[in-house]
């Protein structure tokens, strides 16, 4: 630990209002002070603080030796070095850049109401089901539609049981910062948590294990990361599928990508849209993340690749791995061979080596490892 206390003023300078922030929330559900807020409104999707008299740099908690917010911070200094040690007990080689894996597969869940609720081939809704069956977990943080859905909008919450899988299956593309539902889940009572997230947020329970952040980091059991390039902001709604496509947000019934925004309508109607067009609504918080992959959850998925209905599966973990064994060998997915799908993998290691040219020289910092004095 270096000489000073790394605390909220730090992190706020160097991640929050530098454009490295993602927007995670991992500082926000890791203070014990519930001094930080978070703030969704406007695109905005950066934590704050919220302490009367204080300014938003400046924290009372922190000033009194209080440095959770920086250990969960998976933006904050040599976090990926320290992530990538404390799995894998090694950093990275160069040519790793889709991060430390043991298997890659393409997937399936063969309960074929999962397979048609969730995304390419309903996987990770078998996971956290088959998790939560087994005892393995109490409950998972994953992201649902905004009330009946006519919004379109993502929001956090907790899934218990397979109506709650089933209800937040599926993607959105737009932001939803699914750890915020932690503090939900511990008012219900749960203990082993599983966190379904992108990215960025999987990168948040080893950081915060590798930098001890107490209880909120031994409740984070099970980590499945979403392969993701960027999310778009809300605006895209209104100023571009319905102004140009003529789709409003109620209309909408699914999203995906495959080279192309594709959007399915509540009355079978299919329309394409160039992403070109969508990527002046990018996230402000995706635009120096250099993480595609999610190369720090215990299993990575994605829908790439020239199968639809299949999800390319990155097993980093040895719980991922059982938990995949287990899946398999009592029937709840189906898998293949990544190799059935080469140009899958290509494109994941070339979306994911381009990524990670976003992460800006001035946020390289060769710092010592962020754990206890």
Known sequence: MPPEKLQWLHLY???????????????????????LGYDDENGVYKPFQTEEGFGPDDCSHGQKGCTSCTRACPRFRAWEPEIDEFMFERVRRPD????IFKDIVLARATDPVLAEVGQDGGLVSAMLLYALEKDMIDCALVSYLEGDGSTWKAVPGVARTKEDIIAS??????????TLAYADAIERGFERIALVGMSCQSSVPPVMKQRKTGKTARRLT??????????????????????????????????NIK????????????VEVPLKECHAYTREGCKMCPDFAAEHADVSTGGIGAFNDWTLTVVRTDAGR??????LK??????RPGDDDPGAIELMHKLAKKQRTRWPEFAVIDDPKLVEA
């Open 13 to 35: 300078d160097e991640v929050v209002t530098s454009g490295l922030c993602t927007g995670c929330a991992g500082c926000v559900i890791a203070c014990p002070h519930d001094v």
């Open 96 to 99: 790793e850049v889709s991060g």
């Open 169 to 178: 299956a599926g993607s959105r593309y737009t932001y939803s910062a699914n």
């Open 222 to 255: 099970l980590n499945i990361g979403l392969l993701c390039s960027k999310t778009f902001d809300d605006a895209i709604f209104e100023e571009l599928l319905e102004a140009k496509y003529g789709l409003k947000r109620a209309e909408i019934k699914k999203m």
């Open 259 to 270: 080279g192309r925004l594709q959007i399915w309508t509540h009355d079978d109607r299919y």
């Open 322 to 327: 059982e938990l995949m064994d287990g899946l």
């Open 330 to 335: 009592e029937g709840w997915i189906e898998v």
